[in-house]
């Protein structure tokens, strides 16, 4: 909304100023015509060119000239529209990539919270031992940890910052990133017994921890919430040629072509999907974390349901 204001501002000033310019030009022209030639001693074929003559050619070149403004008082509010938007760019960017920013965090500091909040609720429900208190701060400062990172590597997701994001990029096995993010899910979830990991293959991947961490258990999540509570969600790693494959696999109710191609569309949500929790959010953050790697994410439905989200990277 501020972004459009300003747009319509700066078309109006830019129109302004330049149907002034061109006006005082026009004017300038005009005059020097009338008045920086001597037409009584121009020349014509028929001898000295006539009062008339001079008249009828500065009535011309004033005829071209308004005719010329018109045309700009017409062209102008489209240039100037456009060297707004050219203009506000940058600003346009900076400020779609903060909406980004502010709605991402929102939804990834749900999880960390929500163990924090459980710790210290079950850490002041009663009296605990010792050992029971340092259990819990070890897990809440772990907690505490992670979310710190998570936080610095969000910041640096929204700056779009493609060399600060490869200096923090580490060789990792991909199946280790898979561990790290069911495991997180399952805690979330409560989900044991339900999430299953299959390493097809042993292949390293040139990606940043704690964003690509976030980017699979947001798939084993959306996993695990559409199974229901007796489903199974599937975690795959594989290699062909170049490439790193990760699929989440889960036996759900499905989705459409359609409904797949709008999954990753920002607070999108399917049909069938209002008595589970979520906010549309999470496939979204998925495809810009992945596409900050170089890499692809996509999701399809399988015949007869079920969902098989799949991230694409470049192996190490």
Known sequence: MIVRQTTVRLTLAFTAIMLAVVALAFVG??????FAFDFDVVSTDTGVASEDAVDHSLANLRDVLLV??????????????????LALGPLRRSYEVQSQFVDATSHEFRT???I????????????????????????SLETVESLSHLTEQLL???????????SARERLPLAEIAAEATELAIREHD???????????????????????????????????YSGPDGRVTVRVSRRGGSAFL????????????DAEKAFERFWRAPNSAAIA???????????????????????????????????????
């Open 156 to 166: 640096l997701l929204s700056r779009d910052d493609r060399v600060e994001l490869t």
């Open 68 to 85: 010329s403004y018109a045309v700009l008082l017409v062209v102008s509010p489209i240039v100037s529209w456009a060297m707004a938007r």
């Open 116 to 139: 924090l909040m459980g710790e210290m609720s079950w850490a002041l429900l009663k009296r605990r031992t010792v050992d029971e208190y340092e259990e819990s701060l070890r897990t």
């Open 191 to 225: 989900a044991e017994g339900r999430v299953a990991l299959k390493f097809e293959d042993d292949v390293d991947v040139r990606v940043s921890r704690d964003l690509m961490v976030s980017a699979v258990r947001n798939l084993i999540d959306n996993g695990v919430k």
């Open 112 to 114: 960390p919270l929500g």
């Open 29 to 34: 022209i005009y005059v020097f015509a009338t």
């Open 247 to 258: 699929t989440v696999t889960d036996d759900g109710p499905g989705l459409t072509h359609a």
């Open 278 to 316: 979520g906010h549309g959010m999470g496939l979204p953050l998925v495809r810009s974390i992945v596409s900050a790697h170089g890499g692809k994410a996509d999701l399809k439905g399988v015949d007869g349901g079920g969902a098989i989200a799949t991230i694409t990277l470049d192996a190490a």
